[in-house]
């Protein structure tokens, strides 16, 4: 994943034209956010909420009336001349149909996609001091089934398993259900950590709960998260998040989130869309002093500009 993955990605680009004709697609986008953070210089070139990617995707004819199969890569792209350029986000491949999908290999978690991602509204580095809930985000080594919808309802399932782990049938379970109608979104998901050295980075279970409305051009939402630590401490973090489209380019956010004891945070941003690919924004995000002391967030002030493609 260092020089190789650099040609590789370069000599995609240079057949996309083929790529195309092959029901693929390449995507990505490149962020530029300039962050001052309390007590610390400025910093140029950072990622904002999530870092630049290219990605490819796309869909291949199984031969089978109503089977389709699916294939991802996506990498994060090291913005400065760093040793690593190419960092794996997403590698899978899998089947769907009238039944539902079925995926394998390193792919979002629904704990993630479903639930812990309804108050990740931040574009800029604010995301920081106002969101706690995180638990999972991308897994490596796991098999997932997702329902086709359901009358607005969608069940998943996943498992992961690693013979690099020392457990002896998976290294974590996980089921997740979402609910929508009308403006009205709900999302439950829970994680039994199976591996040991899972249990010690992370915990051994974590349930989460999302629910949001949409009404006119505003959304609210909110998460709670419990994660039972192996110390036999839980550990339950919640967010807030609110967003108004002021007009059709310009959207208004805000967010609180309480990191289960005394670090708090909460955070404003602004995002403007010069277009649909190309995302401006500015924020701010306060830290109080138990949750800058933790080191898990700081106070910054961050602007920055995303172009898609």
Request: hydrophobic share 40%.
């Given at each position: ?36 953070a309390k007590d610390s210089k400025l910093d140029v070139n950072t990622d ?139 999302a439950l998901s829970h994680i039994d950590f ?116």
């Amino acid at each position: 994943m260092k020089k190789s993955l650099i040609a590789l990605a370069v000599a995609g680009a240079l057949t996309v034209p083929a790529i195309a004709s092959a029901d693929a697609t390449l995507y990505g986008w490149m962020t530029m956010a300039v962050d001052k953070a309390k007590d610390s210089k400025l910093d140029v070139n950072t990622d904002g909420n999530s870092p630049s990617r290219i990605g490819l995707k796309g869909t291949a004819d199984t031969g089978i009336d109503g089977l389709t199969a699916l294939y991802q890569y996506e990498f994060a792209v090291n913005q400065t001349n760093g040793e690593r350029a190419l960092n794996t986000r997403l590698a899978n491949v899998g089947l769907t149909g009238d039944w539902g999908t079925v995926l394998a290999g390193t792919q979002w978690a629904p704990h993630y996609s479903w639930v812990t991602a309804t108050t990740d509204v931040m574009l800029s580095s604010v995301v920081g001091p106002t969101h706690s809930t995180d638990t999972v985000y991308r897994v490596d080594n796991s098999m997932a089934y997702v329902s086709p919808d359901l009358s607005g309802l969608q069940l998943a399932a996943a498992f992961a398993g690693s013979s690099a782990n020392d457990d002896t049938n998976g290294d974590w379970y996980h089921v997740a259900a979402k609910y929508s109608v009308g403006g009205f979104y709900a999302a439950l998901s829970h994680i039994d950590f199976n591996a040991d050295a899972l249990e010690t980075a992370v915990g051994d279970d974590v349930t989460a709960l999302a629910l949001s409305y949409s009404f006119g051009a505003a959304t609210i939402a909110g998460v709670y998260s419990d994660l039972s630590k192996s110390t036999g401490e839980d550990y339950n973090p919640w967010d807030l998040s609110a967003t108004y489209a002021l007009t059709d380019a310009t959207t208004l956010k805000a967010a609180y989130a309480d990191f289960d004891g005394d670090g708090k945070g909460y955070g404003v941003e602004v995002q403007h869309d010069l277009s649909n690919m190309v995302n401006t924004f500015v924020g701010y995000g306060h830290a109080n002093s138990e949750l800058r002391d933790s080191g898990n967030a700081n106070s910054v002030f961050s602007t920055g500009i995303r172009v898609k493609f």
